[in-house]
């Protein structure tokens, strides 16, 4: 079943729409969990008519989130929330499916055809590799409060031993080092791992020759490469591999919470702003008319009810209020770069993760000298 109302399908409309629905207080879900790395789209296509009986009946909204692997735990936290404000103020309900997992992964499933309202992905290159293949429209950057980006988070170094004495980043080239981080190729997450050890020599004045050499030499520590975050995880916490992880800090915070207190540091004389973005896929919610609610639930992800459940699970929040209120939980990082410092996804990705560029060849020259 669908939203139905006036919308056409142009982001303008939408744009008048939402902002209505800003004053209502948002979306309601009953969620329905999918399994990891796949979601099913089960809203079907009818014509956008608000005086169909269709959209005038109580049936349940369908409505697909696709996400990467360590948002899990705060968005099943929030979409209840949204769920139960949405049900009070429009008497519909929304039935939410959810898809979990590395987000080179899931950018390319939604590209390839999952069916995805809402995308929540590691970084807004990936975004606009979907905005590329024609899903989403240029400008969503603008389509919500600071420049779409919904949390944030840093680079953190998990230790096996606190007398380990790894302080930062040089230390990761030491011999009695082993390091812990997922694939770049399929998970977002270990792209900004990549870039938070690249920034951490060019951004303190090395040159990029060395930031090279600094690479190979740590990626030579590391004895296998985890598609994602969430794995990467498992592999050094369960399976015992490795001696040194490098994570999101909100990853390390919340297997803090649930139980696995490992020593970590996060180096506060540079590191990486990961910056976390969130879109509506606009062919898709036209498609399956859930525009409204699907821009409604992206509104009330920035709101502090949201931003709160985000920092409860370790994710640096953008609404000022709540980042205040949450400031001690995050070390102060001197020299924070951005993705930009380091010239943008669009240079980034060419440079650095596209076949055949800095990372392919990184690994290639590793295992010939093995």
């Known amino acids: 079943m669908q939203i139905r109302s006036s919308l056409s399908p142009k982001r303008s409309s939408a744009k008048f729409f ?75 309900t929304v039935e939410f499916e959810q898809s979990y997992g590395g987000s080179g992964s899931q950018t390319r499933a939604v590209i390839d055809g999952l069916d995805a309202d809402v995308v929540a992905l590691a970084l807004a290159g990936d975004t606009a590799k979907i905005e590329k293949a024609g899903l989403i ?142 879109a509506v896929v606009d062919a898709n919610v036209d498609k399956h008319g859930t525009r409204a609610v699907a821009e409604a639930f992206t509104k009330f992800l920035f709101t502090p009810e949201a931003q709160r459940e985000f920092a409860k699970v370790g994710f640096r929040p953008v609404e000022p209020t709540v980042e205040a209120e949450f400031a001690s939980q995050f070390p102060k990082v001197e020299k924070l770069f951005t993705v930009q410092d380091l010239g943008g996804w669009k240079q980034v990705d060419t440079q650095f993760f596209a076949d055949g560029a800095f990372f392919d060849q990184m690994q290639s020259k590793i295992a010939q000298s093995k």
């Open 18 to 92: 939402g902002c209505v629905l800003t004053g209502l207080a948002l979306n309601t879900m009953v969620v329905a969990c999918s399994s990891p790395n796949t979601a099913t789209n089960s809203s079907p296509n009818t014509a956008n008519n608000p005086a169909t009986p269709q959209a005038q009946s109580n049936k349940p909204i369908k409505l697909t989130l696709v996400s990467y692997a360590v948002t899990k735990t705060a968005y099943e936290n929030i979409i209840p929330k949204f769920v139960e404000q949405w049900k009070a103020q429009t008497g519909q």
């Open 137 to 278: 429209q240029p400008g969503w950057e603008k389509e919500l409060p600071n420049d779409s980006i919904v949390h944030k988070s840093v680079a953190a170094l998990v230790l096996r031993d606190a007398n380990l004495g790894v302080k930062g980043w040089s230390d990761l080239t030491r011999d009695d080092i082993q390091v812990i981080t997922a694939n770049p190729k399929t998970s977002g997450g270990a792209k900004w791992n990549v870039l938070a050890l690249w920034g951490s020599v060019t951004q303190a004045g090395g040159t990029e020759s060395e930031a090279q050499s600094f690479l190979e030499t740590v990626f030579s520590r590391v004895p296998v490469l985890p598609k994602d975050a969430r794995e990467a995880s498992d592999v050094f916490y369960k399976q015992g591999q490795g001696n040194v992880l490098i994570n999101y800090e909100n990853e390390v915070i919340l297997a803090s919470q649930k139980g696995d207190k490992q020593p970590y540091i996060v180096p506060t004389d540079y590191n990486i702003s990961i910056d976390n973005p969130v």
